[in-house]
Structures are given as C-alpha cells and as structure tokens.
C-alpha cells in the first residue's frame, strides 16, 4: 500500500499565487489532517476533516481552505499566498478519533512563498 | 496557551550508548501522550504512546516515563544506534473522547548518535 501520498513535493510560489496541495490515503481513513511545520517547531494543526464532506478549522487555519470531497482526498489550498506560508506541510490519516498507533503521515510538501 | 516544550534541543550519544529525551508540558488535562520520531525529510512517525492513567510503557528498545506530578515525560532508548539519528517530538491531546488529532506538539530534539 502506498499510505499517505502527497503531491507536490517541493513547490515555490510568488506572493499572491494561489496553490492546491493534494493529499491521498489508501487506508480507507475517516480522519484526515492538514499540518504545517516551520523550522524548530513542531507540526501545528491547520484544519482537519472526520469524513467524507466535512471539514474544521485547527489551530491555525488563517489563510487556508480545505476540501474533503472524496474520502480518500483532503485538499488543502492557499488562495493568496505570502511569505509567512513558507513552510513544510504534512497530511496524515487516522481511522480513529485520536492520533496514535493508527495515524500515518505523508512525506510532506516544502512551500516557499517568495 | 498551553504548550508542550523540550528541555534539550540538541543531543549527542555515542552508539551502543542509552539515550534520554526529556519533554515538559503544561496542561494538566493532557490525557495522552506521544513521542514521534522524524528523519530528514519524512513524515513523524509514531514512536510509542502513553495514557495519563499509567507512569511507565515499554516498547522495543523504548520506554515512555511519565511523571504527572511535575508534568513531565521522557523516552528512553536503549542501546542507541545510528539509525535512530532523527528529531524526536513529544506530543499530547487533551481528555476528551474527540480529540480529532489536535496534537499539540514539542519543539523537537535533535539526536545524533555517533558510530
């Protein structure tokens, strides 16, 4: 099984360019979630989505939408990016409700925003 | 808010060695506990976890301390070897039955082990 695949895998946008990053799992997960990781710090919750249709803010969703229309796909996009989105973002999955044994992450997507 | 901190930011053991990653956090309605080991350029990947109900959990080579008195966890690796080089973050969820992945997480130690 391939897990969590995400795509791109490196991607460098100028200020105000607009971006869909695309994550997908094979594992037939309820859970999705969007994180992004800067330098130093560890992954900070962007939104996530408890199924298929549905989706939630997390702890830093300013500037970011996301889409959950089929359930094994969890978009996240940047409408407008800026420099402060540069970023390594990871998607993961979980069949349950807590992030555990059950959890996988993608290889992540390195952003710059120039 | 609150926040889940490292004590060391950088640590270094030679191989064969017995490695200790300490974590503090600060809220005391964290209900479970995990450590995720991250190489370069991949994804965290689950370590071993623990609930607030148990003090200690064993895994391969590994073991999760968790002093709730003084808000602190450790893991510990026996017999460290080259491979296990990574950045090593703590993580936890509040009680509650949904936490829905929102994981707050540690700022990350650096370990290098040194054949």
């Known amino acids: 099984n391939a897990g969590v695949t995400q795509t791109p895998k490196f991607r460098v946008l100028k200020t105000g360019q607009s971006m869909t990053l695309l994550c997908a799992q094979d594992?037939?997960?309820?859970?999705m979630y969007w994180y992004r990781q800067d330098p130093g710090m560890g992954l900070r919750l962007i939104h996530y989505?408890?199924?298929?249709?549905?989706?939630a803010k997390g702890e830093v969703p300013d500037g970011y939408n996301v889409s959950r229309l089929k359930k094994q796909n969890f978009l996240l996009g940047l409408e407008s990016a800026a420099p402060s989105q540069t970023s390594v973002y990871f998607c993961?999955?979980?069949?349950?409700?807590?992030?555990?044994?059950?959890?996988?992450f993608g290889q992540g997507t390195r952003l710059t925003v120039v | 808010g609150e926040s889940v901190g490292l004590h060391l930011p950088t640590l270094s053991v030679q191989e064969g060695d017995n490695s200790i990653i300490n974590c503090a956090y600060s809220?005391?309605?964290?209900?479970?506990f995990i450590w995720y080991k991250q190489e370069s350029g991949k994804g965290p990947q689950f370590i071993i976890d623990i609930r607030s109900n148990m003090d200690k959990r064993q895994g391969q080579r590994v073991t999760v301390l968790l002093n709730k008195t003084v808000k602190h966890l450790s893991l510990q690796i026996a017999a460290t070897q080259p491979g296990d080089s990574a950045v090593y973050f703590c993580?936890?969820?509040?009680?509650?039955?949904?936490?829905?992945?929102?994981?707050?997480f540690g700022q990350g130690t650096i370990l290098t082990v040194h054949p």
């Open positions: 993961a999955s979980s069949y349950g409700v807590r992030l555990n044994t059950e959890a996988f």
């Open positions: 993580a936890e969820t509040p009680a509650g039955g949904t936490s829905y992945g929102k994981l707050t």
């Open positions: 594992m037939n997960h309820e859970y």
């Open positions: 989505s408890v199924g298929e249709g549905t989706t």
């Open positions: 809220n005391s309605a964290s209900d479970y």
